[in-house]
């Protein structure tokens, strides 16, 4: 079983970079599909991007392609989301979540373990 922390949330201003950062504990973060999910008041629980184990394969959700970057720190056993560019329609709170294996990477429902998220808001 693993354990995560996200971090590196807050308020900033549109146009603003921001790095998340997701701490595994418990377990490594290389034998899991790393996801980051997020959920803005009012709505669902969406995909934004996810990093298949083995084969270090990303994919994004296309409304952050070109903006979010996710990468994996073996070295610190963490999963990070490089967000730049930021608009006020990514405010939301940002879940990381680890997955033991799943076929569908950008469905919330192939993950197995979640963090409690953190928040970030984007001010115009």
């Known amino acids: 079983q693993v354990q995560l922390v996200e971090s590196g949330g807050g308020l900033v201003q549109t146009g603003d970079s921001l790095t998340l950062s997701c701490a595994a504990s418990?377990?490594?973060?290389?034998?899991?599909?790393m996801g980051w999910f997020r959920q803005a008041p009012g709505k669902e629980r969406e995909f934004v991007a996810s990093?298949?184990?083995?084969?270090?394969?990303?994919y994004y959700a296309d409304s952050v392609k070109g903006r979010f970057t996710i990468s994996r720190d073996n070295a610190k056993n963490t999963v990070d989301l490089q967000i730049n560019s930021l608009k006020p329609e990514d405010t939301a709170v940002y879940y990381c979540a680890a997955s033991v294996g799943t076929n569908t990477p950008t469905s919330l429902y192939g993950y197995n373990y979640w963090g409690q998220g953190t928040q970030v808001t984007v001010s115009s």
């Open positions: 418990g377990r490594t973060v290389s034998t899991y599909t």
């Open positions: 990093l298949i184990r083995f084969t270090g394969r990303t």
